[in-house]
């Protein structure tokens, strides 16, 4: 079976091709983070407006690509939620279009489920029950993920999402918005033991708290401004990047020890990054666990992701009328 998938929930404008939930025919992701970054950070405004721009061009290209015409897909897939309105309502609206002109089943994905099944992509052999760390510029969760289309959520941030902390992290050694994978990059050649950072408290075993991790490095930056000192920036990036990775282990390791799940996978744009990729590759191994990460590319947003989960979910019987609408927000465990 194949889906035609749109993503437009933030600054990505994406279509795809996928067959079978698994095998990505096309993916066009045209990205507008350079002109979101004059502001510092996504303006929504203009989110919505480029992805009325061009998401008939993106949408032709992926079907061009897959040499597939719109006659031949068996339904489509779209990111009905969360993310920011303006721009879901883009992707929401173009999908019911096509759906109503095409005579095709409609399918509403949602964001966070897609990102956990890029890795069904990335790994063909996995399969539910798994556990998840999913961590991405909005949302940051600890999933059990019982089925296809069910889950339980074991843990999430009690503030900000970690990929938040990342661009904040980057804006304060000057780094230009999203900072997370700059971030990433400099800390490579950075000292991990040169800022010590503090490790955050939370009232739940598997929840996470990043604001005050945030506000220590802003603080950092700060008093070395005041003194007339220079932060070393590739030192505090490994010093962050290091504390950040050892803490969403650490949640998962006891996530995985409790429920005695012996496969999990990491998801969501954070999911790039090497240090916590390193770090979840280890303790894995150490553990004897089975470790599933997506390729880097099925990292970020995409749309193959949201074709992925569009399979399950109409195989599922989870498909919309054309009654459908956005949702900014949305828990993983709630259906449409
Ligand atoms: O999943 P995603 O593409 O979009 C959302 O659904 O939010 O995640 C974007 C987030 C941004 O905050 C970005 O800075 C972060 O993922 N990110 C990274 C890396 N690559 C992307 N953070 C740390 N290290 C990376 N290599
Ligand atoms: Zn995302």
Partial sequence: MKLLSIESSCDETAAAVVEDGRRVLSSVIDSQVREHQI??????????????????QVTRLALAEAGAALAEVDAIAVT???????????????????????GKPLVPVHHIRGHVAANYITHPELTPPFLCLIVSGGHSHIVQVEDYTTYRILGRTQDDAAGEAFDKAARSVGLPYPGGVALDRISR???????????????GKYDFSFSGLKTAVINLSHNAAQKGE????????????????GILW??????????GERRVAIAGGVSAN????????QGCQENGWQLYMPELPLCG?????????GYYELLAGNTAGMDLNGRPYMEIDSGF
């Fill in 274 to 281: 090497s240090w916590l990729r390193e770090r979840v590759e």
């Fill in 80 to 102: 009905a939620a969360p993310g920011l309105i303006g721009a879901v309502l883009v992707g929401v609206n173009f999908a019911k279009g096509l759906a109503l002109a095409a």
């Fill in 230 to 245: 220079a932060l070393a920036p590739e030192d505090l990036a490994a010093s962050f990047c290091r504390k950040v990775s």
């Fill in 301 to 309: 947003d995409n749309a193959a992701m949201i074709g992925a989960q």
């Fill in 189 to 203: 050649d950075g000292n991990p033991e040169r800022y010590p950072l503090p490790t955050p408290h939370t009232a």
């Fill in 250 to 259: 650490d949640k998962l390791e006891a996530a995985a020890r409790d429920t």
């Fill in 39 to 56: 502001y510092g950070g996504v303006v929504p405004e203009i989110a919505s407006r480029r992805h009325t721009e061009n998401i008939v």
